[in-house]
């Protein structure tokens, strides 16, 4: 087993579901103390205890990373419990879906409060205490919709692409300060909710296989262990990157050509 986090001392939002629960689980296994925190608080827990079976060092604690409050409280809590942080993982974000002429304005604003400001508010409080340690690692999950549109979400793209951009700027700003922030951007991945949305519209799984190179959606581990790689010393000169995990799907052009039906000369058709 590696242990690239051995004394050091992680937060993880959203972690009771998905990719968190995922992220958190393989920080403690390299020897991590995670505070895990979420707003499913008997599912955070379900993972905490999980973690502790294994030998792990974990802690739940209930935050909503839309409240300023709560967001700086968890900060303080590692610092009591575990005396500093080195790795922040803002991961939660919530978001409502609707066109741009259908989405109320006031869903728009709701998922600004959910998906843009979380990753604000978990940088600020987080910066302090990773410069009061000498240093550290941000990773923020955005998405593939933070370098390009999917249709009919205009809430999501402009959130996600808002996370990219606070991604560089606290890169630029921070790095003197020997704090790397990068960005996870996943594609289509079988969280608990996607997973059931891929397993029970097979329309939709199809576009999405079709859609990527790799042929099949990411599970949530393949996700988290990019996030740990961001967060640990071995991407010790990545800074402000935006890392698609998305099997090959930005890659492609998005324009689908039969060449034996185009050309078949050339292609020996
Ligand atoms: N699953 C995908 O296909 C996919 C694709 C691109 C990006 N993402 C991003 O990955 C991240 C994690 O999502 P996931 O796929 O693991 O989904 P998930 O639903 O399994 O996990 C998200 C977790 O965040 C928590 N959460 C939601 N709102 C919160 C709030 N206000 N405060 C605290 N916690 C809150 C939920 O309770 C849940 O435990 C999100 O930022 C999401 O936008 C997911």
């Known amino acids: ?37 979420d707003i499913e608080d008997e599912a955070g827990q379900a993972v905490v205890d999980e973690i502790k079976v294994s030998g792990g060092v974990a802690e739940y604690m209930h935050v909503d990373v839309s409240d300023a409050e ?3 409280a ?7 419990l575990w005396g ?3 790795v922040m993982f803002n991961n939660a974000a919530g978001v409502r879906l609707g066109g741009l002429l259908e989405i109320p304005v006031e869903d728009f604003i709701w998922s600004m409060d959910h998906a843009i400001k979380p990753y604000f508010l978990g940088a600020r409080f987080a910066v302090p205490a990773l410069q009061r340690r000498g240093g550290g690692a941000i990773v923020n999950t955005a998405s593939i919709a933070g370098l390009a549109a999917d249709r009919g979400l205009p809430a999501h793209v402009t959130c ?7 991604t560089k700027s606290l890169a630029v700003d921070f790095a003197r300060d020997n704090i790397r922030t990068n960005a996870i951007c996943p594609g289509a991945t079988r969280s608990p909710i996607m997973a059931t949305m891929l397993d029970s519209a097979p329309k939709y799984a199809d576009a999405v296989n079709r859609a990527t190179p790799q042929g099949r959606a990411c599970e949530p581990e393949e996700q988290a262990k990019v996030a740990l790689f961001l967060a640990s010393d071995d991407a010790s ?5 935006a ?16 060449w034996d039906e185009v050309a078949p000369e050339r292609h020996g058709g």
């Open 1 to 37: 087993m590696k242990n690239r986090f051995e004394n050091r001392v992680v937060i993880v939002t959203g972690a009771a579901s998905g990719i968190g629960a995922s992220a958190s689980k393989l920080f403690a296994e390299e020897g991590a103390s995670v505070l895990l925190t």
């Open 70 to 72: 709560q967001m700086e």
């Open 74 to 80: 968890q900060v303080a809590r590692v610092e009591a």
């Open 84 to 86: 500093g942080l080195d």
């Open 160 to 166: 996600k692409h808002a996370v990219v951009g606070l």
């Open 237 to 241: 000169y990545l800074n402000g990157c």
């Open 243 to 258: 890392i698609r995990v998305d099997g090959g799907l930005l890659a492609h052009s998005g324009i689908q050509i039969d």
